[in-house]
């Protein structure tokens, strides 16, 4: 079988290509990228050598292109996994977040659409990743309340909009034009290979070079952290069991404050908490997530493997011990990375 998986030098997508290039030797995946700033190529130039394992680089925002794309390659499975992921940046960018990840997403779907009408080749599934921030957020004095597939869709950032309006129109194609969609929504992931602009890794970079670590308010903000490779292992149980047009919750069931996050850092680290710097809360800054997994598990047979404790143990020794990983980025020199 020939996988699309678009989005693949970005954090989860590096991971989940590591995970089903080694896992699945008899299909064949292409990764599709841009390397926009989040994409980094030293992330999967590992993958070069597989035999099953391609990279393509290309904007999903290029109809075109991905048109021609699919007309060439006859994808059965498509994971997308390309967006832009930060919160902060569709604040001060929001058109670009609907660009990429509403436009992006319906570039795929049309193509998967005109192959199957126009090529007879008719794709199995289409997975959107998705996200829990398009549930908006939860109340921090209701520790009951947690996201279920049911749960209304009420966004608040320019990010959680553009991530809400895509998983919409993956739905509509699975009503009107009969497309097999799936959909994960997943919480917070950690673990290597994450853009040193999301929390847990600016706080790792920063703490070791003894730099003011800055927290969002009073750093109450509760999240659900997940390892990545559980989302992962997600993702392809989705792809390969789940239902047409179902939507599947993935949680860490790890609920902790920014604060605890920062703490337990630090204190891995060996650095005081005198580094932590309060800055002006992020404006619309959502207060809580939760999400309840279990129909993922029940259906699925999913099971995370990881607790916060060791993953995070594990994913601060990654960046502990790959160092440069981080110093590339912040040179620049990973954007040197691929050679064509
Ligand atoms: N990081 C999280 O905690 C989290 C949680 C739930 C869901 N998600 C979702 O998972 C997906 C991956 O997130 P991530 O954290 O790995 O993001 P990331 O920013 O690390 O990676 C995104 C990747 O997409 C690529 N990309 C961006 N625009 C593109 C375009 N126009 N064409 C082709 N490629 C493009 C980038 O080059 C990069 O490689 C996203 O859809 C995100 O919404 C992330």
């Known amino acids: 079988m020939k996988f699309l998986v678009t989005g693949g030098a970005g954090f989860i997508g590096s991971n989940y290509l590591h ?71 569709s604040i001060k960018n929001p058109n670009l977040f609907a660009e990429t990840n509403i436009i992006g997403t319906m570039n795929l779907l049309n193509a998967a659409r005109k192959m199957r009408d126009e090529e007879n080749h008719p794709i199995i599934r289409y997975h959107q990743v998705s ?5 908006g957020d939860l109340p921090l004095d209701r520790p009951d309340l947690l996201f279920t597939e049911e749960t209304p869709i009420h966004t608040s950032s320019p990010y959680s909009s553009s991530k809400a309006s895509a998983d919409l129109f993956v739905l509509a194609y699975a009503r009107t034009f009969k497309m097999p969609v799936t959909i994960s929504r997943c919480s ?14 600016v706080v790792i970079s920063k703490a070791l070079k003894n730099e003011p670590i800055p927290v969002y308010g009073k750093g109450e903000n509760v999240r659900d952290w997940i390892h990545v490779h559980d989302h992962n292992v997600g993702v392809d149980l989705i792809v390969r069991k789940g239902h047409n047009g179902e939507v599947y919750n993935l949680g860490g069931h790890s609920e902790r404050t920014n604060l605890e996050v920062v703490k337990t850092i630090l204190k891995q680290l060996g650095k005081p908490e005198s580094l932590i710097t309060y800055v002006t809360d992020r404006p619309g800054h959502d207060l809580r997530y939760a999400i309840d997994s279990s129909k993922s598990e029940k259906e699925l047979g999913w099971e995370r493997t990881y607790n916060f404790e060791t993953g995070m143990k594990e994913t601060i020794d990654w960046y502990v011990n ?4 981080i110093e590339s980025i912040e040179s620049g020199a990973y954007k040197e990375a691929y050679k064509h």
């Not at 996200?131 to 549930?135: A, I, K, Q």
Request: aromatic share 18%.
């Open 131 to 135: 996200t829990d921030e398009v549930y």
């Open 322 to 325: 790959n160092e440069e990983w």
């Open 19 to 89: 995970y089903v290039v080694n896992k699945y030797p008899e299909d064949d995946f292409i990764c599709l990228d841009a390397l926009t700033y989040a994409g980094n190529y030293n992330n999967i130039k590992i993958l070069e050598e597989k035999p099953n394992y391609k990279f393509v680089k290309m904007d999903i925002r290029d109809k075109e292109a991905v048109e021609k794309l699919f007309k060439k390659e006859k994808f059965d499975y498509i994971i997308n996994f390309a967006a832009e992921s930060h919160v902060d940046n």
């Open 188 to 201: 917070n992931n950690y673990g290597a290979y994450q853009f040193p602009e999301k929390l847990i890794p």
